[in-house]
């Protein structure tokens, strides 16, 4: 075996480490996730029960019973496919916590000791606030949307055809989780934007140009991720923007305390060279 040989052989290990460490977190995450949809799925009419709050408390402000709400499915299998949504979805919330420690105990081994201290804050934060998103959308937005699609109806003596609101499970599960998935995602924007400031691929002041652009996008944004209806667009686009500002609040920080560390290190070099100069002439 020549010398070319045993550099290979050498370099192959690592890798086989990497990817025997990479199949155990995949194996530890999917594992979770897995015990966290049994779970779900296993309560899933009761999780599916609480969704319809909201909907009773828009049945509520418009003026109608908030106990007699119904919601039907059209297919023998509907229900039982919308359980199995209710518990993915609800699994891969329960599971997240233990995905991103998987992710970050393989990452933090490359990553220095500063790097990891820079790195643990957000992966704190990013669930956190995907959470804040969901209860957005839990208490308020979609009362507010359930409330605009049934001031549609037509009911009462006066009207001569009856139009009444059945969702279908399916339909209102969807509604639910697209709120839930668009509002979280759109409140990782100060962790996201954060990340690239502290790295550099961002500043304060290009952010702060590009406002006009940002709230432009924020409302196409909102017109894709929401339902077609006017509540649910607005009220994704004004907290993204809100976000905005606070992103550029956070790079601004960052921005300042990058200068006052290199600042630091200037002064305490200065301070190093001109001890040095002080012994080398006595």
């Known amino acids: 075996m020549n010398i070319h040989d045993d550099d290979i052989d050498k370099s192959s290990a690592p890798l086989m480490e990497h990817l025997i460490e ?3 977190r995949l194996m530890w995450a999917i594992g979770g996730f897995f ?24 049945t509520g402000w418009a003026g109608l019973d908030p106990t007699k709400v119904d ?3 059209t297919a023998p299998q509907e229900f039982f496919f919308t359980q199995i949504k209710l518990g993915m979805f609800g ?7 233990l995905i991103a420690a998987q992710l970050y105990k393989f990452v933090a081994p490359g990553l220095y ?10 992966l704190i934060a990013s ?42 499970v399916s339909e209102y599960l969807g509604l639910i989780m697209t709120l839930i998935f668009s509002f979280g995602l759109v409140f990782q924007l100060p ?6 400031a502290r790295v550099g691929l961002l500043t304060s002041a290009g952010l702060a140009d590009k406002r006009k652009y940002a709230i432009v996008i924020a409302f196409v944004v909102a ?14 686009a004004l907290p993204t923007i809100l976000l905005y500002e606070i992103s550029i609040f956070l790079a601004r920080r960052i921005e300042k305390k990058r200068a006052e560390a290199e600042a630091a290190r200037a002064k305490a070099e200065a301070d190093a060279a001109a001890q040095a100069a002080v012994e080398g002439q006595t």
């Open 35 to 58: 015990v966290a949809f049994l779970f779900c799925f296993f309560f899933a009419k009761q999780l599916f029960n609480l969704l319809v709050i909201p909907f009773q408390w828009a």
């Open 71 to 73: 919601l039907i499915y």
């Open 91 to 97: 699994g891969l919330i329960l599971a997240f916590p």
């Open 22 to 24: 990479l199949r155990q």
């Open 223 to 236: 017109a894709v991720l929401t339902p077609p209806d006017p509540v649910s667009q607005i009220g994704l």
């Open 127 to 168: 669930p956190i606030l995907f959470l804040i998103g969901g209860a957005l959308v839990y208490f308020f937005f979609t009362p507010m949307v359930m409330w605009f699609f049934l001031s549609m109806q037509q009911v009462g003596p006066d009207e001569e055809i009856q139009i009444s609101l059945l969702p279908r």
């Open 113 to 122: 000791k500063n790097e990891r201290g820079a790195f643990l804050p957000f």
């Open 191 to 196: 962790v996201v934007t954060s990340l690239m």
